[in-house]
C-alpha cells in the first residue's frame, strides 16, 4: 500500500513537471511534446481524473490553452475534468491521433461547469496515443516545415533568420522581393500561440492564394514585395502559452514600446526596408477570436487620409463571398502591430480575426477570397497611380 502511495505521489510530481508518466490505473497523461499544457493531474476516482489548465504568467487575456495526449492498456471512457480556475473555458477539445487530422468533440462528449470554471471531458482512450488541444496543434516545427515546403515549390522565396526569440531560437521570415520593385506589403501571423484558426490556417492559405499559379497572383508577385513572419512568437507556440511569448508580455500591446525581441525583430526589418527606398503599402496581422470573423480598421479619422484600400477590397469581398465582411475600428493610439504600419509608415493595415470554432474549409475560403481580391485591390490603385509618392 505504501509503496503505491508513493508511486502515485511519484506520478504526480513528474506530471506536473511536465513529464510522462503513466498513473496508478495504467492511464497515461503525456504533457512532454511542443504546445503541451496540462498541469497537477490527479485521480479523483476510477478512470476519473482532474487537472488544471494554468496560464503562463498574469494578468492574461482569457484564452486557457490545453494539449495533452492520453492512452491507456484497456480502451475504456476516461473522465477528465478541466479546472480553469479563475478563467472560464473558451476552446471546444479537439481530438486527434496523428497531430494532422482533428474533429472537435460533440456536445454529448463534454460538459461546461461555468459556476466553477470547469469542463468535463469524456474521452474515449485505448493503447493508441489520443491527442487533445484546444485548437489543432501547431507547434514552430509544424509551421517551419509549412515554409520549407513553401520555398522548395518556390525558390524564389527567400527564407531567412530575421531576429532570435527570448529563448535565443531564431526567428524566421519569408522574403519575395524584386530590386527594382518598390511597393511592398507585409504580414504577420500568429502573435498570439493559440490562435491557429486565423493566425495559421487562415493566414497560410492565404499566403498560399499570393503565390498561386493564377494570372492575378503572377502579376501581383511581378509589382508587390511580399514580407512575412509566419509564425512570430514561435516560443509561446512551442510553450503552450495562452498569449504571451517567453518574457510574459503580450506581443500585440508592444507595438510602441518594442521591448520585445520579436516585436524589435520585425521593426527593424521593416525599417531597414523603408531606408532602401521600398513603401509599405499594406499590412496585415492574422488573429482568431471567439466572437469572429471580423476584420479591425483604421478608425474613421484616419481613413479618410488614405487611397481607400480597405474599404475599396472589403467592397470586393462582399460582392463574392457569402458571409459579408464584418468591420471594426478601433483607436489608432492602441500598440497593436497594425496601427504601428498605419502610424510610421502611412500603410493601410488590418487585424485579421478569424473565430475560434469556424469550419476550417471556411476559413481556407476566407483565406484564400480575401487575398485575390487585395491584390486586384492593390494593383488596381497601382495602375490608377495611387502610390505615387
Ligand atoms: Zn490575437
Not at 511581378?222 to 498569449?243: C, H, K, Q, S, V
Request: glycine fraction near 4%; charged fraction near 25%; aromatic fraction near 12%.
Amino acid at each position: 500500500m505504501l509503496t503505491r502511495y508513493l508511486l502515485s505521489l511519484l506520478c504526480l510530481v513528474f506530471l506536473s513537471q511536465g513529464c510522462k508518466q503513466q498513473n496508478t490505473d495504467d492511464v497515461v497523461f503525456d504533457t512532454s511534446f511542443a504546445s503541451a499544457r496540462l498541469a497537477d493531474i490527479e485521480k479523483t476516482a476510477n478512470n476519473k481524473f482532474k487537472a488544471n489548465v494554468l496560464p503562463e504568467s498574469e494578468p492574461i487575456n482569457p484564452s486557457p490553452w490545453y494539449a495533452f495526449a492520453v492512452q491507456a492498456e484497456d480502451s475504456k471512457t476516461v473522465q477528465l475534468t478541466l479546472d480553469y480556475g479563475e478563467y472560464q473555458h473558451r476552446y471546444v477539445p479537439k481530438v486527434s491521433w496523428d497531430q494532422l487530422h482533428w474533429t472537435s468533440l460533440d456536445t454529448a462528449q463534454f460538459v461546461l461547469d461555468t459556476l466553477n470554471h470547469t469542463a468535463t471531458l469524456f474521452l474515449e482512450v485505448s493503447s493508441r496515443k489520443l491527442y487533445v488541444a484546444a485548437q489543432e496543434i501547431e507547434t514552430s516545427a509544424d509551421t517551419y516545415a509549412w515554409m520549407e515546403k513553401i520555398v522548395g515549390e518556390h525558390p524564389e522565396i527567400e527564407q531567412l533568420v530575421a531576429g532570435k526569440t527570448v529563448l535565443d531560437k531564431d526567428n524566421l521570415a519569408l522574403v519575395h522581393e524584386l530590386t527594382d520593385v518598390e511597393d511592398c506589403i507585409v504580414l504577420v501571423a500568429r502573435q498570439h500561440p493559440p490562435e491557429i484558426p486565423g493566425g495559421t490556417i487562415g493566414f497560410k492559405s492565404f499566403y498560399e492564394t499570393l503565390f498561386s499559379n493564377t494570372e492575378i497572383a503572377k502579376a501581383f508577385r511581378e509589382n508587390f514585395n511580399i514580407y512575412t513572419f509566419p509564425l512570430l512568437n514561435p516560443d509561446g507556440a512551442d510553450m503552450g502559452n495562452w498569449r504571451h511569448n517567453a518574457n510574459g508580455v503580450d506581443l500585440n500591446r508592444d507595438w510602441i514600446d518594442f521591448s520585445q525581441p520579436e516585436t524589435q525583430m520585425v521593426k527593424d526589418f521593416v525599417e531597414g526596408k523603408v531606408k532602401q527606398g521600398k513603401k509599405i503599402r499594406f499590412a496585415l496581422d492574422f488573429h482568431t477570436s471567439h466572437s469572429g470573423p471580423y476584420i479591425l480598421v483604421l478608425d474613421s479619422i484616419n481613413e479618410l487620409k488614405t487611397a481607400a484600400i480597405i474599404p475599396d477590397w472589403i467592397k470586393k469581398i462582399d460582392s463574392s463571398f457569402s458571409a459579408k465582411v464584418e468591420v471594426r475600428r478601433r483607436s489608432q493610439e492602441l500598440p497593436y502591430c497594425y496601427n504601428y504600419f498605419f502610424n510610421v509608415f502611412g500603410a493601410e493595415s488590418v487585424t485579421y480575426e478569424d473565430g475560434d470554432e469556424t469550419n476550417r474549409d471556411t476559413i481556407r475560403k476566407r483565406g484564400q477570397v480575401y487575398a485575390e481580391k487585395l491584390m486586384q485591390t492593390l494593383m488596381t490603385k497601382q495602375k490608377n497611380g495611387a502610390f505615387s509618392n
